[in-house]
């Protein structure tokens, strides 16, 4: 897949909203399925987001559901997480991840499932 590259990071206040970015610069983007993940410091890699090659199914961590989602454009060779809400506990270092979908179940939630990932972007949130 190449290297993915996250951008949209940066400093938000509590409440506020984020939009990241992860863009894939190899061709056939559309058949890989897609991932978002965080690290806060100290704490494991923590799965919160998996999308279909289509982007017709999306999965949310219980954890982020309903303030966060995961979106692609195929066309533009990028995947979105759109984040509102934002609390300080959102700070991390947040990770786009690809594999290559070859059919069945496309809910990929582990890291293990992701072979292919990019060097992550800070989001702080402050109180």
């Known amino acids: 897949q190449g290297q993915l590259v996250e951008s949209g990071g940066g400093l938000v206040q509590a409440g506020g909203s984020l939009t990241l970015s992860c863009t894939a610069p190899?061709?056939?983007?559309?058949?890989?399925?897609m991932g978002w993940f965080r690290q806060a410091p100290g704490k494991e890699r923590e799965f919160l987001a998996a999308i279909s090659t289509s982007g017709d199914r999306v999965y949310h961590a219980e954890s982020v559901k309903g303030r966060f989602a995961c979106s692609r454009d195929n066309a533009k060779n990028t995947l979105y997480l759109q984040m509102s809400s934002l609390k300080p506990e959102d700070t991390a270092v947040y990770f786009c991840?690809?594999?290559?979908?070859?059919?069945?179940?496309?809910?990929?939630?582990?890291?293990?499932?992701?072979?292919?990932w990019g060097q992550g972007t800070q989001v702080t949130v402050s109180p």
């Open positions: 190899a061709s056939a983007f559309e058949i890989y399925a």
């Open positions: 991840a690809a594999r290559r979908f070859f059919g069945g179940s496309d809910r990929y939630t582990q890291q293990s499932d992701y072979p292919f």
